[in-house]
């Protein structure tokens, strides 16, 4: 490991997705041919009782880890993998941020792979919910 890695406990800087767009859930559900109503049909969403707003995909909430994972290490090739487990629903027009730390570092043929807890959060950081948790790889 050189001196200037990051070693067990640090924490990779915190990733603002910002507000979810529900324009943005229709768009995904069309590019993933999710026939899910719950990403667009207010009523549906009403009429299942899962609230008054859209849901969005999980895919798109994986993927937001995976864009703060890769914004830190710096590209899409020192990503590994994740694993993830779905806590709660995100909503449109909800406020995410991505957070983690990492957890083990191995060395591996190419470099040194970080294991990292990760979770999505709804709300601001004093005051949010886990929605999304797990475990992420990537090379440092």
């Excluded at 009429?47 to 909430?61: A, E, F, H, T």
């Amino acid at each position: 490991m050189t001196t200037n890695s990051p070693t067990v406990g640090f924490e990779f800087p915190h990733y603002d997705v910002g507000i979810v767009d529900a324009e943005k859930m229709k768009t995904v559900a069309v590019l993933l041919q999710d026939p899910n109503p719950i990403h667009w049909d207010l009523s549906a969403v009403e009429r299942l009782g899962l609230g008054s707003k859209p849901i969005n995909q999980g895919p798109n909430n994986m993927a937001y880890v995976v864009n703060a994972l890769v914004s830190w290490i710096g590209g899409i090739e020192r990503f590994r993998g994740l694993k993830v487990r779905f806590h709660q629903n995100v909503f449109a027009g909800d406020r995410l941020t991505v957070v983690g730390r990492i957890t083990d570092i191995d060395q591996v043929a190419d470099g040194e792979l970080a294991t990292c807890d990760v979770q999505l959060v709804r709300g601001d950081l004093e005051n949010s919910d886990i929605v999304m948790a797990g475990q992420a790889s990537v090379i440092l």
